[in-house]
């Protein structure tokens, strides 16, 4: 039976708790968002606890997929920028608050979690904990299974229920942060890619299983022994349990077998040759990959080691990154960034949050391409370019020069008269003298420069 069957019934909220909700809804005579009859949104199409356990758990493609995703997310960390000079500092309180978001979770265990979230049920759900004063001083990642949404016809969410222990806690809207791939069939819950590809995560795992009882069964497909002989159903259970004793099992697989006079064995299935299991296996992981967004190579699947290179491989990881990952990024920098700045009353100070890639090493080649580019560009100002690898237009008023192009003196650091280049005195025409009245002039100005320098 496949992972996606065994799903929960769902979290059991308390019946009494959403008609007292619903009773408290007030008549507006505007638009509603909401049915005023939605007071229970269709809850996740499958339940964390069990994608967790039959996917993520029992699948080693899924695994290495959203690992490999978790890990490329968790590199950078959270910064609020100001949007006209593309600055940051230290002591923003958001960053501060990032860099440890609760005393047992670090900013990249952080922010991994809610990738893993995010791709096993599309939904992450994060609490924030404050102080006496009101003053967000923690952040927790809830389980999934463990948080309900309870509509509002006209605000569109009335407030969060979070089950545990078998008690139920109301959570207010602004103590919960929730992001979620988008579910075009519900507004409340995203829905995870693994929805997409439970099939073929069943079959990969079938096939897996399939493979080992192969191995168990004298590594060969079924067959029948057929003999002239008619033998009885006491005779036929001795032989049975004869052939299992001595072929059956890995360690016995390909022992010679010895048929009695009369007796022969026919195969009455497919060989492993005419199954094909390679090809079958490497179509099952493409589409795995496919729907988890994670190019073949990236993980070590078989169907991208079949095509895989150093030089492809590299490629594919930043694919990974610019296309996947750094969507991602912004799409989680919004959405908790632009939380915690209202929190904090920094809504209006001209402060975007965003993740600070500088230091991604799959992004680093192309941050080296694009130096590289910048800096060949004769028609660009060094002001221009520095703006367009991302530094401040204007620093302090600080001008910088080209070393290459503009003599400067080591010591002071003022610029120099540019020389003229010296006269090729190897193509002087034959016959003339090669200290001829140019050839001195420019000697001789030559030398009064020097002075000058001295």
Known sequence: MGWLRRINSGLGINKEVEEKAAREVRI????????????HPKRLLVDFESITKWAFRGNELVHSCIGERGKAFREPPLRIYNEHDDKWEEGNPIEVLMKQPNPFRSQAEFWESVEQHLLLCGNAFIYKARDKDGKVVQLWLKKPNQIKVVPHPTKFISHYIYTIGGLEYMLPVEDIIHVMYIDPDNDYYGISPLVAAAKKIDA?????????????????????????????????????????????GAIRAGLPMVLSH??????????????????????????????????????GAKVGLDRSTFTNAGEAREYMYENTVAPEWQMVADKVGFNLLEDFGMLEENLVPRFDTRQVKALQESETELWERVDCFEGL?????????????????????????????????EGLTPREPDP???????????????????????????????
């Open 28 to 39: 507006s005579s505007s638009i509603p968002l909401t049915s005023q009859h939605d007071t």
């Open 204 to 248: 990969d795992s079938e096939l897996g299983s399939f493979a080992k009882h192969i191995l168990l069964n004298m590594a060969t497909t079924s067959g029948v022994f057929v003999t002239d002989k008619k033998i009885g159903q006491d005779e036929r259970q001795i032989l049975e349990d004869k052939m299992a004793a001595r072929y059956i």
């Open 262 to 299: 009369g007796m022969k064995y026919e195969q009455t299935s497919m060989n492993m040759k005419d199954l094909d299991i390679g090809n079958l296996s490497s179509y099952v992981e493409s589409r795995i990959c496919l729907a988890l967004h994670v190019p073949a190579i990236v993980v």
């Open 381 to 413: 100002s060094i002001v221009e370019k520095r703006v367009k690898i991302g530094y401040a237009k204007d620093p302090d008023g600080i001008v910088y020069m080209d070393a290459n192009k503009v003599p400067v003196d080591i010591k002071t650091g």
């Open 424 to 454: 090729d005195l190897s193509e002087t025409p034959a016959g003339q003298d090669p200290e001829g009245d140019a050839a001195k002039a420019a000697k001789e100005k030559k030398n009064q420069i020097s002075k000058q320098e001295d």
